[in-house]
């Protein structure tokens, strides 16, 4: 009898213990996204860390938005957001307006797959842009939450003006 009540005992402690590792693995998980949830997009003044990801081509690259000369551009973009691809427009009208010893344009995109990106930008007829594929936790450390986003970015590499969102009609006399 003695026994049988010990093999009880340790069966409902094995069974506590697997639903302590449970609750503190979902814990965990919570805390991680009530974290995140807290973050707020990047707003003016904000200071870029330099950026990593890889190109269209596969390298892996970092990129520093500090220039002593140039400001730059920034464009976040998604192949499937469908409020970027009313977009397009205005940055390729922008980007060819842009005095190239002045500017350089830099896009940055979540999606894991060059193909995808670099056949996504052709038929956007975006061409001649530096695209850097990151990470969607990347993304999230730079604070760049929200697709499409249209960031000028000083040479000190801190956000200047911020549009988040579709940015069609907003005075562009700050690209000048």
């Known amino acids: 009898m003695r026994n049988s009540g010990q093999k009880v005992l340790v069966g409902v402690s094995l069974l506590l213990l697997v639903v302590n590792v449970f609750l503190l693995y979902q814990y965990r998980i919570v805390k991680r996204e009530l974290e995140l949830s807290k973050l707020t997009a990047t707003d003016i003044g904000f200071k870029f860390p330099v950026i990593a990801g890889n190109s269209i081509s ?3 690259e970092s990129y520093s938005l500090e220039d002593s000369q140039k400001k730059t551009l920034l464009l976040v973009f998604s192949p499937y957001c469908e409020y970027c691809q009313q977009q397009y427009p205005t940055w390729r009208r922008t980007i060819e307006q842009l005095d190239p010893s002045r500017w ?13 990106v670099e056949k996504h930008l052709e038929q956007m007829n ?9 990470s969607p936790n990347d993304l999230r450390k730079t604070r760049l939450l929200y697709t499409p986003m ?3 970015v000083n040479t000190a ?3 200047e003006n911020v549009w988040p969102g579709l940015w069609l009609n907003e005075d562009k006399s700050v690209l000048q």
């Open 126 to 134: 975006i061409g001649n842009i530096k695209v850097l594929l990151i």
């Open 58 to 60: 596969g390298i892996e």
């Open 104 to 116: 350089r344009v830099l896009g940055l995109t979540g999606e894991k797959d060059p193909a995808i």
């Open 157 to 159: 590499g801190q956000a």
């Open 150 to 152: 249209t960031i000028v």
